[in-house]
Nanobody
């Protein structure tokens, strides 16, 4: 049994910052990748940032230079530092982790955390 839990969402003003956290727990042998996705009302879920165990990082063009993904391997946690937030960043943010367990490799989603950027 594995679980992925996000935290850190909330309300921020345009130009402000928030940091999201995503922690994977359970019977995990390894974490192959962790990524952040977001879904705004009426839109499809989109990739925001992705980090592999090998250190490869990918960002959506819309967040390059503003968002930073990082990972703390000691506690199976990934972070998304979001700076210079814009109203168009408003969405539910989801964490996805590709996890190695005793029964195979699975992609697990968190429940999502709301980020609202508004003055």
């Amino acid at each position: 049994q594995v679980q992925v839990v996000e935290s850190g969402g909330g309300l921020a003003q345009p130009g402000g910052s928030l940091r999201l956290s995503c922690t994977a727990s359970g019977s995990i042998f390894s974490i192959y990748s962790m990524g952040w996705y977001r879904q705004a009302p009426g839109k499809q879920r989109e990739l925001v940032a992705h980090l592999t165990s090998g250190g490869s990082i990918k960002y959506a063009d819309s967040v390059k230079g503003r968002f930073t993904i990082s990972r703390d391997n000691s506690n199976n946690t990934a972070y998304l530092q979001m700076n210079n937030l814009k109203p168009e960043d408003t969405a539910v943010y989801y964490c996805n982790a590709e996890l190695g367990t005793s029964t195979g490799i699975f992609a697990s989603w968190g429940q999502g955390t709301q980020v609202t950027v508004s003055s």
